[in-house]
């Protein structure tokens, strides 16, 4: 979270203006890189307005331990109807597995069949980057041949096009 940003949500945290740090909040959300920091506070503040489902998706893509986190986390997991990765915003979908949070670590280790689920759909929206084919020295060969085979032509009409403009005059 960029230090302006936590400052603006501080202050309308202070003043209880939760609405207005909820809106800071999501805009950020949709426009920033995966920030555990973020998505935490983003968390704290649904759960301060009472959505639950909404802060235990948060809190679920934070490092929050605490009760309240917990709570909100088992309220968004009975409610998501199985499709837990459809509702995750669209910038932690692009984040790497090395930089999820515990809590989802935590819960993919507990439950088998969700971390089955995850990895499908993780090989769906990360396919594995492939290297380029080698080419061996036969397929440049044949690559040259056939660059020849129409140059070759191509030189000779030229040639032939100019010999006769020659001729005219």
């Not at 603006?8 to 426009?31: C, F, T």
């Not at 490092?63 to 009975?78: K, P, R, T, Y």
């Not at 990360?126 to 084919?133: D, E, F, L």
Request: overall charge positive; aromatic content about 14%.
């Amino acid at each position: 979270m960029t230090r302006r940003l936590k400052q603006r949500v501080n202050e309308d945290i202070s003043r209880q203006q939760w609405w207005r740090a909820k809106e800071r909040l999501s805009g950020a959300i949709g426009s920033l890189p995966y920030d555990e920091e973020l998505y935490r506070t983003y968390a704290q503040v649904l759960f301060h307005l009472g959505d639950m489902k909404e802060s235990g998706k948060y809190f679920l893509l934070s490092d929050e331990e605490s009760s309240q986190a917990n709570e909100a986390i088992a309220v968004f997991l009975q409610r998501c109807d199985g499709q837990l990765f459809a509702h995750f915003p669209k910038k932690f979908k692009e984040a790497s597995k090395q930089h999820y949070p515990m809590n989802l670590k935590r819960l993919l280790e507990n439950t088998p069949s969700l971390a089955a689920q995850y990895e499908a759909w993780y090989a769906k929206h990360h396919p594995v980057q492939t290297q380029p084919p080698v080419l061996t020295l036969q397929d440049k060969l044949f690559g040259y041949a056939v660059l020849f085979a129409f140059i070759v032509p191509f030189g000779i009409g030229v040639i032939t096009i100019l010999s006769w403009l020659v001729s005219l005059f």
